[in-house]
């Protein structure tokens, strides 16, 4: 393909409360066995662009170590590759990323020294599937200077917390708002876009010259009178999982039928790291309902309406209903777990009662798993 991709992956994100002071937002857990940031590399390597940095920044070392092989995503190849850059101390800089721009900025380096004349810039923390070819072709068709995927949100989805834009009968954007009080459209920014790779470099270089750090707000919004920038329609499934409630939304998701045959049975693959665990076991009393279940797991309770992450252990007469249990849970027997969020490597104690009774609840215990 005739460009490289970016992945930004190094936002440290508040509204996803606990589960992201251990992890970037790209690392969260989806699906059972998926990464967030496994979705951006999956149509990146689908799509046939060959060459991907991933941005990180903050709590990278699980994303570093989940992308620590390239050759899950198919970039372990001479010409090319998976380039994964932090923030690096030197004489002449001494900041972390102030933005997306600036994240771009002080790598730049990485896209003079390519030749593929356009770049594919994405974000880590989105779910959905994507042919990368598609979005170029209509860029190169409209002649535009910048092209921003987007995605029309349905009535009942809150569109503030994206950014807004709204098209003439051409598409091209004539607003655009980064996250609006009230929201005046239904359209709203995946965080995907498509820009010549030298348009790119001059943009970056200008920004970083007056001190504009956010590539949304100091090139999209700022230069949309003065380039050509198009929308291109996403019509397939799209999630961000900026929020809890949008996070366990998402997970909810895999649990209905369509979306699993979308995302796992349909051509092209999603991709991430496969660990070497044993299938699950599932012992006489269990009895599971509707519910993902990742292997290395074992079950001896109920399960419902829920996903278990890897090598999750479900106590005797446990009840887990509509709930998220991440990696390497221990849950003690005679628990109950409605409508919640169990952090990874917890250990639950015997006899003990967690509900999300207004909304999504997030429980962190880091009980002794020994001293049960």
Not at 16 to 31: F, G, H, N, W
Request: aromatic share 12%; glycine share 6%; with cysteine.
């Amino acid at each position: 393909m005739r460009a490289i991709g970016i992945i930004l992956a190094g936002g440290n994100n508040h509204k996803i409360k606990e589960l992201t002071k251990k992890r970037a937002t790209a690392a969260m857990p989806i699906a059972g066995s998926y990464r967030a940031i496994d979705f951006s590399l999956s149509n990146m390597s689908n799509s046939s662009i060959q060459k991907v940095a991933v941005l990180t920044q903050f709590n990278t070392r699980s994303l570093n170590e989940h992308l620590n092989s390239s050759k899950w995503w198919d970039f372990g190849r001479k010409h090319g590759g998976l380039f994964v850059f932090t923030p690096t101390i030197t004489m002449d800089n001494g900041y972390w990323y102030r933005g997306t721009a600036d994240a771009i900025y002080q790598n730049l380096d990485f896209l003079k020294k390519s030749h593929e004349p356009y770049v594919v810039i994405a974000s880590g923390d989105v779910i959905y599937k994507m042919d990368f070819n598609k979005i170029l072709e209509y860029h190169i068709a409209k002649k535009a200077d910048i092209t921003v995927a987007y995605k029309e949100l349905g009535p009942e989805e809150d569109a503030t917390r994206f950014g807004v834009i709204a098209m003439d009968d051409s598409k091209r954007i004539v607003d655009f708002q980064e996250k609006p009080m009230v929201a005046t459209s239904a359209n709203v920014s995946t965080g995907i876009y498509v820009i010549r790779r030298r348009q790119l470099i001059d943009l970056i270089e200008h920004s970083a010259e007056e001190g504009r750090y956010d590539f949304v707000t100091d090139i999209l919004v700022r230069y949309k009178n003065l380039k050509r920038i198009y929308g291109y329609k996403i019509d397939g499934y799209w999630s961000n999982i900026s929020t809890v409630d949008a996070y366990y939304q998402t997970n909810m998701d895999f649990l209905k039928r369509d979306v699993r045959k979308y995302f796992f049975q349909e051509h092209p693959d999603i991709h991430s790291k496969v660990s070497d665990n044993p299938p699950a076991k599932y012992n006489p009393k269990a009895n599971v309902k509707n519910s993902l279940i990742a292997s290395g797991c074992i079950i001896n309770g109920n399960v419902e309406n829920s996903v278990l992450f890897k090598k999750v252990f479900v106590g005797n007469n446990c009840i887990v209903k509509n709930s998220i249990i991440l990696n390497d849970v221990y849950l003690g027997d005679n628990i109950y777990i409605e409508n919640c969020i169990v952090e990874s490597k917890g250990t639950i104690r015997a006899n003990t009662r967690y509900v999300g009774e207004n909304g999504i609840r997030v429980v962190n215990e880091k009980n002794e798993r020994y001293a049960l």
